[in-house]
């Protein structure tokens, strides 16, 4: 598969300049590098290597150091290095990540939701609730206020009013 054209080819023009870097870091500073990148596969049709049906893209994770050049380690400042490069593929992992990101993005959807579900129906329960009681304990104390009975039947019909708009609120809570 490698046979003519190398990994580079099958690289997504995305990930080529993490890939060329990291190559190049290895060469360049002696040190092993690692980096993830989406990378093109053939798929085979019928398990025959030979004649691909299509590809399929993945996430893999490379790992990269310069190649050991045997007891003597130096090497000449204009001296190609060989680079070992591991390739493992990484897609499951990937896939996992980008489900949770998904599942946090719901959960925070979820709980912006609830929580204006409750700071609206804590505003639409207290407020009839409010008058109810509010103006139930001034007709229990109508002695005290010197109701006539005009302002009795004003404050009956806002309890009412409030009561049913109460009952239309859990209502369409419920349902």
């Known amino acids: 598969e490698l ?16 890939y060329l870097t990291a190559l190049a870091d290895a060469a ?25 049906s299509g590809s ?19 090497v000449p400042a204009n001296a190609d290095v060989e680079v ?12 996992q990540e980008e489900a949770l990101a998904q599942a946090r993005v719901e959960a925070e959807r979820a709980d912006a939701s609830k929580t204006r579900f409750l700071a609206t129906m804590s505003h639409e329960l207290r407020t009839p609730l409010n008058a109810i009681i509010g103006f139930s304990d001034m007709l229990v104390q109508e002695e005290l206020m010197m109701l006539d009975m ?11 009013d409030s ?12 349902d």
Not at 56 to 74: K, L, T, Y
């Open 3 to 18: 046979l003519g054209h190398g990994r580079f080819v099958a690289v997504t023009v995305g990930g080529r300049p993490a």
């Open 56 to 74: 399929e893209f993945i996430w893999v994770e490379m790992r990269c150091r310069p190649m050991e050049q045997g007891a003597d380690m130096s």
């Open 28 to 52: 360049r500073g002696g040190e092993a590098r690692s980096v993830e990148f989406r990378l093109r596969r053939d798929v085979a049709r019928n398990n025959e290597r030979l004649r691909p």
């Open 150 to 160: 005009a302002k009795r039947k004003e404050y009956a019909q806002l309890i009412n």
């Open 84 to 95: 070992v490069a591991v390739l493992r593929d990484v897609t499951d992992r990937k896939l």
């Open 163 to 174: 009561g049913q708009h109460l009952l239309s609120v859990v209502n369409g809570i419920l």
